[in-house]
């Protein structure tokens, strides 16, 4: 691929400007990896552990080792991985099914949740589904302030009003299809005591997606009782084909393991097909890959920010990171348009493909998705994304190596200012 001088100097400005902030996720990474290795070390990992089950998944070694590994690195008393949960839309699912019941309020305090999501807790599609509403769980929310921060009164009010009928606050750590900030593991951990001051016996459930090993602690570390996410994002370091897993206290977890078998099968059951070692190794590579990750938003948010094409972006290049999106805020179909193009095109696999914004299932507008990804929807490789609605914003994730994900990002930037509409944005600014 070739890119233009301008394109190419922007990229050399920005690595010289991040060079602090790149030694800074490596040393992130450096200490994420001593911890899952010292896990690995602790619980005895040997080759056989790789060995496939079938039928029921009894005595499955390879599995329960990797339950535990992952309770420890994630700071938790329990957990579970599971080649067999289809992506983090299910995980949530299973997490929350398995702890509401009839009457109960789901709480959730940091905006509208995911929009797959939506039909799960029935705030629209049909009755009858299947949906938490259907099960008689109520919902409320609050939303954040606008300097991204919990409305600590909403909440206080809901807590105090509803009291023990709000089992679960609910909350997303990454921003989705939102515009705003990502809530570092600190505020998370803010929250939880926040919420256990008023109701002790309330679940906090963390929707972790795309924030693992972002940080050197996770949710549960702090508190939290659930932490819930997908392993072909950060934590299956790209080498998980598939999964999702569940960490957090003995008590939720157990009932999670509930809803993902059946009561009185739970974690005893799910043979592992031969999974097992692509998700031990996914574990041991995530630290790693999830830095390749983020230093490669860094420089997309220079490369596309302020100090380059002239976007608005979040995070900014120069600030610390909590996830691993990049939002780049086009104001423009065509130009949202022509940056996932140019995703795509910069992809190792499907590079020719050109996507189309298309009605995708769960979700309630149009989405445009870039993936030329080894394994199909994978986040943690390079991709890019947005719905189809104001102010049309990219969302932009992924890299296994850095060296790929500016290939990419330097790709969607020749595209985007390419592009007639580019012109006509930098004229109104």
Known sequence: MKFSDKILTLANEAETALADRFAAIDRIAFENTQRVMDAFREHRVSEAMFNPTSGYGYDDRGRDTLDAIWADVMGAEAAFVRHSIVNGTQALTIGLFGLLRPGDILFSVAGKPYDT???????????????????????????????????????????????????????????????????????????????????????????????????????????????????????????????????????????????????????????SLGQNKNLFKGLFYAPHT??????????????????GLGFEVEPSWDEERHDIIQTVITHSPDMLCAFCRGIQAGSPIDSFVTPEPWDMPGYTDKVIMAAGAFTQGSSIELSADGPLREPYTAYFQGGLTYESGKIGILSAAEAVYGDASYFSFKKEK
């Open 290 to 307: 999830t830095a390749q990750a983020l230093k490669t938003a860094h420089l997309a948010a220079y490369v596309f920010g302020e100090k």
């Open 117 to 271: 999501l939506d039909e799960v807790i029935g705030n629209v599609g049909e009755a009858g589904n299947g949906s938490l509403r259907d099960f008689g769980v109520e919902y409320r929310q609050a939303e954040l302030l606008s300097d991204g921060c919990f409305d600590w009164e909403a909440i206080r009010r809901v807590l105090t009003e509803e009291g023990e009928r709000v089992k679960v606050v609910f909350v997303q750590r990454s921003k989705g299809y939102l515009n705003r900030k990502t809530l570092s593991v600190s505020q998370i951990g803010e929250l939880v005591a926040f919420v256990k001051a008023i109701l002790p016996n309330t679940y906090v459930v963390v929707d972790n997606c795309y924030g693992e090993f972002t940080e050197t602690v996770e949710p549960t570390a702090v508190g939290a009782d659930m932490i819930i996410g997908s392993l072909i994002k950060n934590p299956g370091g790209g080498m998980a084909e598939t999964g999702g897993y569940i960490a957090g206290s003995a008590r939720a977890v157990e009932l999670a393991s509930y809803r993902l078998t059946s009561v009185g099968c739970g974690l005893e059951v799910g043979a």
